[in-house]
């Protein structure tokens, strides 16, 4: 009998030897880093295999053995992964049961277009592009936006995503970051403004967005339209003529483009244009929605980034002279 538990204890602490060696040991990887994915509801068996089949130097059986071992059999994690340098067994498990999946980002750009963002997303590789071939229209149905121009609906900002997301969800998370910041903003904002709705903040902030060489120029650059609106006059910004005309717009805007009425020629209409005419971030919006009290009504740019304020015509027409012209 004691030859029997000698012999046990024997094969015990050589299990407990090996099993220390198979979690310790650095893993010989094909190429690094590695990448695989461990779909949802994949077994410790299941992942094993995409470990081993990845290109990592670990039989299959053995890490499961390892899971097994340490009781982490129901506790792996699906999504994502890399794993490069010298890891262990150890590390690996360590890494599907915390859920430490590799992501990627993508940069929405304040002042960019619905187009450009489209055009971002599908260049990027790690996206599952199921709005491809997708009307505008079509893109906010299948995000659950209830407006019916996609313009100015996503909010600026660097989303992190797991390779492997569709193109909707991470939509649909910017969507509805605008939807919280501009909903903040509104109620935030001066109740004496001559906007009615939190669309026409939306609208008038990506109008600020577009005309602001320089951060600092923003408050001042939406104090002037607040004016016009106001006094009724024509918001008379390029921008809005440059978004109407479209793919007609060849990087040179020309009298008569400022005479072709379309609706959003704010020299041939007066008040907003119907829709954003670009992604407005937080600072614009905020500009927007607390102008600062002033009696501007012009503004030209200095050449700098900057922008020259005139609360007059005759100011203007100088700055203008000056700044734009090269007269002195």
Known sequence: MRRFLRLLLFLVAIASLAGLWLALRPLPLRSSPIEFSVPPGASLRSAA???????????????????????????????????????????????????????????????????????????????????????????????????????????????????????????????????????????????????????????????????????????????????????????QTDPTVIYGLGAHFDGNLRRKDLETDTPWNTYTRRGLPPTPIALPGREALRAAANPPASDKLYFVARGDGASVFSSTLEAHNQAVARYQKGQR
């Open 49 to 235: 295999r995409v470990i081993e089949s990845a290109g990592i130097d670990l039989p299959a059986w053995q890490f499961e053995v390892l899971g097994r071992l340490l009781g982490r059999a129901t506790k792996i994690k699906a999504g994502n992964y890399e794993i490069d340098g010298q890891p262990t067994a150890l590390d690996v498990l360590e890494t599907l049961t915390r859920g430490d999946v590799s992501q990627s980002e993508l940069l929405v750009v304040e002042g960019k277009t619905f187009e450009d963002l489209r055009l971002a997303l599908a260049a990027s590789p790690d996206l599952v592009h199921d709005t491809e071939g997708l009307s505008a229209t079509q893109v906010l149905a299948l995000i659950g936006a209830s407006e019916s121009h996609p313009e100015g609906l996503f909010f600026p900002d660097t989303y992190l995503f797991n390779r492997g997301s569709k193109e909707s969800a991470l939509l649909k998370r910017a969507y509805q970051a605008m939807q919280r910041e501009l909903a903040a903003t509104w109620d935030g904002r001066n109740p004496k403004l001559p906007l009615k709705t939190p669309y026409e903040l939306l609208i008038l902030a990506s109008i600020v967005e577009k005309e602001s060489g320089m951060a600092d120029d923003r408050p001042q650059i939406a104090t002037v339209f607040i004016n016009r609106l106001r006094l009724g006059m024509p918001l």
